[in-house]
């Protein structure tokens, strides 16, 4: 069986804001690698990341790398390399391959790790280039490989920015275009993003919403990594669900793919459970009283039977055959979210080797449902 991993990483390096991606008129405040305390961060603008104490506090693997070392908080978890640098960086494409051939993975879908934080600064022209600069770095470099896709950043603090990164990302070759599950502090049924979802429609990509500390509201509740890990880090995903479910965006664009990535599965049955229930409540209060609006014109499992929603598992979801059940066979996909440090070694295998699934449901997460969700096939 061909295995399709739907949420694999890279560590950006120096090299992912080089002269040849970035706009020169932001190389000037492009973001730089700095020590301090014997830990490394990127600098961008006058803000350190990650910031894994105070207000506000993130954590993520990149930078892995200082001088061609690997930094202790990157690559080097426990006093030993869990990926080769090349790997993790993608500089050298045939050490990513290995990676992949040591986890029988054919094909692999890769996603951002430093913008899983946000705000990675106040000034959108800035962060319209990072994003810019991104994109270009990565369509060069997986350029004409089979095996390793990608997904693309934009930002949302500026939609018609947005738009215009949505259309150039698909001319460089991006299957996804990935989100986190808030912008900031709006909700992604917001109406100034419809633009962003035509443009999305119209060039077939499939929109990616990410775990990540995207909500500044819920990011500055911690001083904590623990329970920001549960909260700041996990709930923005089921914001974006509920806001793709209830704000009308799943009528006006049906064609819409969307996947839901690396929060586990085990939250659908309890979200669904909740928007079934109250979906009837608030389709009555709207008939009752004309301040009351309901923007969705369906009732939550429709949306979900529609079958163009998806959700990656973690294979030790315990509830992974029930959430098959309720959510649909076809819709579940899996990522191993290599070469990230806490992620679960040899994840397919471990699948496959589940009592639980049928070998059809295991071959539908591995390999049908991702190629689908892609546009694969």
């Known amino acids: 069986m061909q295995v399709i991993d739907a949420d694999g990483h890279v560590n950006e390096s120096p090299t992912t804001f080089d002269d040849k991606y970035m706009d020169p008129a932001f190389r000037s405040q492009r973001p730089s690698v700095v020590g301090a305390d014997n830990m490394y961060y990127w600098l961008i603008g006058e803000q350190l990341f990650p910031r894994r104490t105070g207000l506000g506090c993130n954590n993520f693997s990149t930078p892995a790398s200082v001088n061609g070392k690997p930094t202790k908080h990157g690559a080097l978890i426990e006093k030993r390399n869990l990926d080769t640098l090349p790997s993790q960086e993608l500089s050298d494409l045939t050490e990513r391959l290995a990676a992949l051939d040591a986890e029988d993975i054919t094909r692999q879908v890769i996603y951002p790790t430093l913008f899983l934080a946000y705000p990675l600064t106040s000034n959108p022209d800035l962060m319209s280039a990072l994003c810019s600069s991104y994109n270009r770095w990565l369509g060069d470099q997986l350029s004409g490989n089979d095996r390793l896709e990608w997904a693309a950043v934009v930002n949302l603090d500026d939609p018609q920015a947005a738009v215009q990164q949505v259309h150039e990302a698909k001319s460089l070759g991006a299957r ?24 999305m429609t119209e060039d077939d990509l499939t929109l990616a919403v990410h775990v990540g500390w995207a909500c500044p509201n819920l990011n500055d509740m911690y001083s904590e990594l623990y329970p920001s890990w549960l909260t700041a880090f996990l709930m923005p995903v089921l914001m974006g669900f509920v806001a ?32 079934n229930h109250r979906f009837p409540h608030a389709k009555r209060l709207a008939a009752i009283y004309p301040q009351v609006t309901l923007k969705a014109q369906a009732d939550p499992m429709e949306y979900v039977k529609r079958g163009n929603l998806y959700v990656s598992a973690e294979v030790e979801d315990a509830m992974l055959p029930q959430v098959m059940e309720l959510f649909g066979e076809g819709q579940i996909v899996y990522g191993s979210d290599m070469p990230h440090s806490d992620r679960e070694r040899d994840a397919a295998k471990t699948l496959l080797e589940r009592t639980d699934i049928t070998d059809a449901g295991k071959e539908a997460i591995l390999n049908k449902n991702p190629a689908r969700l892609y546009g694969f096939e």
């Open 244 to 275: 793709l479910m209830t704000g009308g965006v799943l009528d006006r664009f049906p064609t819409l793919r969307a996947v839901f990535l690396e929060a586990g599965c085990m939250w659908i049955p309890f979200v669904v459970d909740r928007l």
């Open 176 to 199: 996804a275009v990935m989100v986190l599950g808030t912008a900031g502090n709006y909700n992604l049924d917001h109406p100034r993003f419809l633009p962003f979802y035509e443009a």
